[in-house]
């Protein structure tokens, strides 16, 4: 009987090793859901802007661009379900504003939203400048430290485990995988078409108002141009402009929240002009209303800081103010309407596609 036993045990032992050893391929195996991590064959896309604008930013090589890694970010980018409290990133970037928006954001400290327009040529991000880098590296902070994105509910929607599978050939979708898709499509959001984009391709000539202003801006009389460059209408460097004497808010620190330098007080990124018109407000905290109002700030009430921007100091400056004259207020106002593009904020290629 004893041995009976020990031949039964020796058996039992034997055939749990086997099935431990069995090949995990095999076609037998228990598997609720296989899992197919080969990637479909996708349509290459390429940036498209005009012949006068320099190359973009170098595009990280594990996330080159294809139509259907774009068209998984378009939905990424209007889906509530991204965030905890029913906000996506569209919440905040309207295309009928140039992927901006009127107002401040609370989740954001009070600061307004700056445009998601060119991007793709940016490495300097943020009012602050706080995040130097590639667009995939925006889209991870924004996914990980604004959204808080929960994961295990985007990895439970079948339709995105099965678009990533295919797209990124990735089982398990990851913070970064989402940053991947985002970050392609933002760079599609080019603005290239306005009508001063127009009058340097020799399409459209400026009215004798927009080109007074135009003189202006790019003149020393008006000097905007040295940090609202000719093409992208920002150097996308960081500046003190002067616009507080002191800092009652946090968010008024700007890159010194960042760097904890005193010299660094009041410094911001240089925001982009284009569709600056089809907002009602401006400067980091929204404070102005008009860009009339932004115009007659730099016109006439900058203040002297001690660390202002050396450009705002000028000989043709008194005092780091303009001085001009009403009707050159009103020519400078008239030349920023130019850099609005009514066919990005039309454009279908960029709108919600959930609906």
Aim: proline fraction near 5%; charged fraction near 25%; charge should be negative.
């Amino acid at each position: 009987m004893k041995i009976r036993r020990l031949f039964g045990f020796v058996l039992a032992t034997i055939f749990l090793y086997a099935a431990c050893k069995k090949d995990p391929s095999s076609p037998s195996d228990p598997d609720p859901e296989p899992i197919d991590t080969s990637m479909v064959e996708m349509i290459p896309y390429e940036l498209v802007y005009n012949l006068h604008f320099p190359k973009p930013e170098p595009i990280p090589e594990d996330n080159q661009m294809f139509y259907e890694r774009i068209w998984l970010g378009r939905k990424l980018f209007y889906d509530e379900r991204l965030s905890n409290t029913g906000e996506s990133c569209a919440s905040c970037h309207f295309q009928s504003q140039g992927f901006a928006m009127d107002g401040v954001s609370e989740a954001d400290k009070g600061l307004t939203s700056l445009p998601l327009v060119n991007l793709a040529w940016n490495k300097n991000f943020m009012w602050s400048g706080r995040i130097f880098g590639t667009l995939e590296d925006v889209m991870y902070v924004e996914v990980t430290e604004r959204f808080h994105t929960d994961m295990e509910k985007i990895n439970a929607i079948e339709e995105y485990r099965l678009m990533f599978r295919k797209y990124y050939g990735v089982k398990t979708i990851t913070e970064h995988d989402l940053a991947k898709a985002l970050a392609q499509f933002l760079r599609t959001l080019i603005s290239k078409n306005t009508k001063f984009d127009r009058v340097l391709l020799g399409q459209e000539v400026l009215s004798p108002q927009e080109e007074l202003g135009r003189q202006l801006y790019f003149g020393e009389r008006g000097d905007c141009f040295h940090c609202h460059t000719i093409l992208f209408t920002s150097d996308n460097a960081l500046h003190v402009n002067g616009l507080d004497a002191e800092y009652n808010k946090e968010i008024d620190y700007g890159y010194y929240n960042v760097s904890k330098n005193p010299e660094d007080k009041g410094r911001f990124r240089t925001p982009n002009l284009r569709n600056i018109a089809l907002k009602n407000t401006f400067m980091h905290d929204g404070r102005f209303s008009t860009l009339r109002e932004v115009v007659e700030f730099y016109n006439s009430k900058v203040n002297l800081v001690p660390n202002i921007d050396p450009v705002m100091l000028k000989p043709n400056r008194v005092d780091g103010k303009l001085n001009l004259e009403e009707y050159e207020i009103d020519a400078l106002v008239a030349f920023l309407h130019t850099f609005t593009d009514y066919d990005m904020i039309a454009d279908t290629a960029f709108s919600n596609p959930n609906f």
